[in-house]
């Protein structure tokens, strides 16, 4: 990478991995599970929360000589919440269905735990260029989080990837159905995203044991 | 004052905060070690949830909403402002989360200093937008309705964390396998919970068909029901909604 140093590398590496922000530093949970029945959902709540933390972070990097820290709580809500109605206004005109599925959860991204926890752990504190590349490297770490649970929860729960029917036709009988293969329609309902999510820790967990934690 | 009695059930149980739609996780999960800690948030979490929702409604019912500001002159009859609710939302949650501090440090320092610590972090607590979020995208009708979905809502937020800090204090006895000690387990101890508060779908409605009188408030769960029925008839499967939260 010669437009990065190592140094600046490691800030985008790092979330997407062994500092990922829902499985290790357990920020930004709720949107993750409320959404995540479809891919096309989670892959649109990323994408909106990579926009989000990139252009917040750049924003309360440049005023952070300015914000009292008295009410930079305040400060720097009204920054999220500036972007994420830009992004909902943006969802309502280019993909209104979608943002019915989204409900209050496009919303919520302004109280979502990455947003501020980076504000406040980073962008506080470091130059812009900087912060940029730790908010994209943080959403990029929660938006494949994202969809690794909305492929599996898509794909076991309707046995569609993206709305398409990827295992064969159900009612048809063909495909993996043929052979007396069925949907878990356990997958879609609510709770089993946070199983989902447990088992991802558990798998990263295993592989890397540094990150498991004291009893 | 049925439909009171019925938000209040609703609000606990079916449309539990943590368990139906995931609000508050980050601190459900952050502060739920010890119950005594548990308690002091979720009791926080009850008063400021009492005190933003209704605020919100008012703030929605006279200002945002489309046709809002008509008390102000026929010409302004026109004006829909519902898209500045995220920014209006947050800006009185955050207030009043400072104000009721300052208000409880003078009043009630015992209080200040049960809740203290966790009084700040609950501006940023998605169970408190959320609320208000939901209050407006459910249309809810009345003031007095209002205040009793954020109080209902916020008891059954205090109830899943004082449930899960229990069980988590427990659990540090048991040999659970390393990879999964802390978050993984507690995930899917969540998840199973989940499961069973699913169990409570069924309470209102009892049967299928709802009784009389409250089709106004169940219309949402019969559309939710016509949904899920609809993605089940999709995937070829002839389940029907109450057999899947029965699951």
């Known amino acids: ?215 | 004052m049925l439909e009171h009695i019925e938000l209040f059930f609703k609000s606990i149980f079916i449309d539990n905060m943590v368990f139906a739609v995931f609000l508050g996780m980050c601190s459900y999960l952050a502060v739920s070690k010890k119950v005594a800690t548990a308690v002091g948030l979720g009791a926080a979490v009850i008063f400021v949830l009492a005190v933003t929702v209704p605020l919100n409604w008012l703030l929605d019912q006279y200002l945002l909403r489309d046709g809002a500001l008509a008390w102000l002159g026929p010409e302004y009859a026109d004006y829909n402002l519902s898209f500045l609710s995220f920014i209006l939302f947050i800006a009185t949650i955050a207030t009043m989360v400072q104000l009721v501090e300052i208000v409880v440090e003078k009043f009630s320092p015992a209080l200040y200093n049960s809740l203290g610590i966790f009084l700040p972090l609950i501006a940023v607590n998605c169970a408190i937008l959320g609320g208000s979020l939901f209050m407006q995208a459910r249309d809810i009708p009345t003031l007095g309705l209002a205040l009793n979905y954020g109080i209902s809502s916020g008891i059954g937020w205090f109830l899943a964390i004082l449930a899960i800090a229990a069980i988590r204090e427990k659990i540090r006895y048991s040999n659970v396998p390393a990879p999964l000690r802390g978050l993984g387990i507690t995930f899917i101890i969540t998840g199973l919970m989940g499961i069973g508060f699913q169990s409570f779908g069924g309470m209102l409605t009892g049967d299928n068909d709802p009784p009389e009188g409250t089709e106004t408030t169940t219309a949402e769960k019969t559309e939710e029901k016509e949904l899920i029925e609809k993605e089940m008839e999709e995937d070829g499967k002839s389940v029907s909604y109450n057999d899947i939260i029965k699951e």
């Not at chain 1, 930079?72 to 830009?86: C, F, M």
């Open chain 1, 1 to 215: 990478m010669a437009l990065l140093s190592k140094k600046d590398a490691n800030l985008i590496l790092d979330p997407l991995a062994d500092n990922n922000p829902i499985t290790i530093q357990v920020l930004g949970i709720c949107s993750a599970l409320a959404i995540t029945a479809e891919l096309k959902a989670s892959v649109v709540m990323a994408i909106s929360v990579l926009f989000v933390m990139g252009v917040g972070n750049v924003v309360i990097s440049l005023l952070r000589n300015v914000i009292p820290s008295k009410i930079r709580i305040i400060a720097q809500l009204i920054v999220v919440a500036t972007l994420v109605i830009v992004v909902d206004q943006m969802l309502k005109a280019f993909q209104y269905e979608l943002s019915k599925t989204l409900s209050v959860f496009v919303g919520l991204i302004i109280t979502n735990c990455i947003i501020m926890g980076r504000f406040e752990a980073f962008a506080l504190g470091n130059g812009v260029w900087r912060s940029f590349l730790d908010g994209i490297g943080n959403a990029l770490g929660y938006g494949i989080i994202l969809i690794i649970v909305g492929f599996f929860r898509e794909l076991l729960g309707s046995g569609t990837l993206f709305g398409f029917q990827v295992l064969g036709d159900p009612i048809a009988k063909t495909g993996l159905y043929a052979t007396g293969y069925e949907n878990n329609g356990f997958m879609i309902i609510p709770p089993a995203a946070l199983i989902v999510v447990g088992i991802i820790i558990w798998v990263q967990r295993s592989r890397n044991k540094a990150l498991i934690e004291e009893a």
